[in-house]
């Protein structure tokens, strides 16, 4: 299993910006396909955004198509989830996750479940004036 690192997160106010980024401590993720997912309070988790561990494949779930980029930088052994448009219904708590290994370079995006490995801790996004 990877060590993911989640960070960027904190508290912005409604059309404001943030970038999160997710990495790995030890391993590289540059194999990896990369999942953003979410959970807001009170809220089952969501699919946010994923990315293919080549980064030719990306997917988006509907409440952030237009407003949200994911990006990968094999250099920094990063994915980052650009952030823009925020809205209040926005806010959670922010994982990246990795694909089970034997599709570990796929683009997942589902809510959870058995199709993820890895796991990171989370980060918290909190949109509100």
């Known amino acids: 299993q990877l060590q993911l690192v989640e960070s960027g997160g904190g508290l912005v106010q409604p059309g404001g910006s943030l970038r999160l980024s997710c990495a790995t401590s030890g391993s590289s993720l540059d194999d990896y396909g990369v999942a953003w997912l979410r959970q807001a309070p009170g809220k089952e988790r969501e699919g946010v955004s994923c990315i293919s561990s080549s980064g030719s494949s990306a997917n988006y779930a509907d409440s952030v198509k237009g407003r949200f980029t994911i990006s990968r930088d094999n250099a920094d052994h990063a994915v980052y989830l650009q952030m823009t448009s925020l809205t209040p219904e926005d806010t959670g708590i922010y994982y990246c996750?990795?694909?089970?290994?034997?599709?570990?370079?796929?683009?997942?995006?589902?809510?959870?479940?058995?199709?993820?490995?890895?796991w990171g801790q989370g980060t918290r996004v909190t949109v509100s004036s």
């Open positions: 996750a990795t694909p089970q290994p034997h599709i570990r370079g796929a683009c997942i995006l589902a809510n959870g479940g058995s199709a993820f490995g890895s």
